[in-house]
């Protein structure tokens, strides 16, 4: 059996950040784990797949993907906090949650620059 494929970082930070919403996600009530907790796990998905997506198109066509993934993930975050100010999501679970994403959003905004900016110092974003 041949190991894992090996993700990009800004893929692997994403893929844990969602496993531990998924464990929160079958946490929540029932009435919000129908509508802002399954609107978030498909924004989560919708994400993942648009950096997917941005890590295999050339440098020239990256943009339109990572301009998705983070209009997605700015978005998740404002449903998170919609969870979290109705009580749904306990503070810890809230804060763990959040740090993720910024750092996503963070590792986004970079990969994001430098494409619009080629000259900029180089840091590295997995793609």
């Known amino acids: 059996m041949s190991p894992p494929p090996q993700l990009i970082p800004l893929l692997h930070n994403c893929k844990n950040a969602y496993a531990l919403w998924f464990k929160r996600y079958s946490d929540l009530g029932k009435a919000h784990r129908r509508t802002l907790g399954q609107r978030i796990d498909d924004l989560f998905i919708d994400t993942i797949e648009a950096i997917s997506v941005a890590s295999f198109t050339p440098k020239a066509d990256k943009l339109p993907a990572l301009r998705v993934a983070i209009r997605k993930l700015d978005t998740m975050k404002i449903l998170l906090m919609i969870l979290w100010e109705n009580k749904s999501l306990k ?37």
Do not use: C, Q, T, V
């Open 91 to 127: 503070n810890d679970h809230y804060l763990e949650l959040s740090i993720k994403l910024e750092n996503i959003g963070k590792m986004l905004g970079g990969w994001h620059n430098k494409i619009l900016k080629p000259d900029a110092p180089k840091l590295d974003f997995g793609a």
